[in-house]
């Protein structure tokens, strides 16, 4: 029989390249025909592993998730950044390699941040999504999100429709 485990830490500074990974298949695949191509090829240009070792050094909260041994997924977390919206925290990013998807390691991922979250104080939560990107809205909406609020956001030559969910302190 075969074991493998399951784990959440924080990100240290060797992982950069393992999350550069993560986050360049992910995005691919989440926002390819969402995005317009050059503008996503440069968002995933800019986040190489140095873009990545420097928000570890600098303190980013960034979780990672293993299975066996490999990072298969990241979420970075913080104070939420929207002055309208009265959730204290943010979940900024939340992505898994394509392969791991849909076995509900997401929602472990997210309810680590939220924990992380929680014990700095931010009890309730808000994120954002593109609303094309239907898998992570209907994500969000499963794990008991509630719609909050609308905006529209600049890639390249388009103008993209995000939609903000939030969860209300637990416990
Ligand atoms: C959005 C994302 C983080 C969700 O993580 P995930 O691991 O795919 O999510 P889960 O597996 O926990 O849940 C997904 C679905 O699988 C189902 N599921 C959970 N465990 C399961 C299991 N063991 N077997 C079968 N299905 C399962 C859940 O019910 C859920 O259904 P739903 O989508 O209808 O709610 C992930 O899909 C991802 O990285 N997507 C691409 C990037 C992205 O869009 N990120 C969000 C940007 S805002």
Redesign the pocket.
Request: aromatic share 24%; net charge positive; no cysteine.
């Given at each position: 029989m075969s074991t493998f485990t399951i784990g959440v830490r924080r990100a240290e500074q060797s992982d950069a390249e393992a999350i550069t990974k993560v986050h360049d298949a992910?995005?691919r695949?989440?926002?390819d025909g969402i995005i317009p191509a050059p503008e996503l090829a440069r968002i995933i240009a800019r986040r190489g592993p140095r873009w990545w070792d420097r928000a570890i050094r600098r303190g980013t909260a960034i979780l990672v998730m293993e299975v066996a041994g490999e990072i298969c997924?990241y979420a970075t977390f913080g104070p939420n950044r929207a002055r309208n919206l009265a959730q204290k925290g943010e979940i900024y990013?939340?992505?898994?390699?394509?392969e791991?998807?849909?076995?509900?390691?997401?929602?472990?991922?997210?309810l680590s941040a939220r924990k992380e979250l929680a014990r700095f104080g931010f009890g309730s939560v808000v994120?954002?999504?593109?609303s094309d990107?239907d898998?992570?809205c209907?994500?969000?909406?499963?794990?008991g999100g509630r719609k909050v609020a609308r905006a529209s956001e600049r890639f390249g030559n388009v103008q993209l429709i995000k939609v903000a969910y939030a969860w209300a302190r637990t416990g």
């Open positions: 992910a995005w695949y989440a926002y997924g990013e939340i992505y898994l390699l394509p791991y998807q849909g076995i509900g390691l997401g929602t472990r991922l997210f994120v954002w999504a593109l990107n898998n992570a209907r994500f969000y909406q499963n794990a």
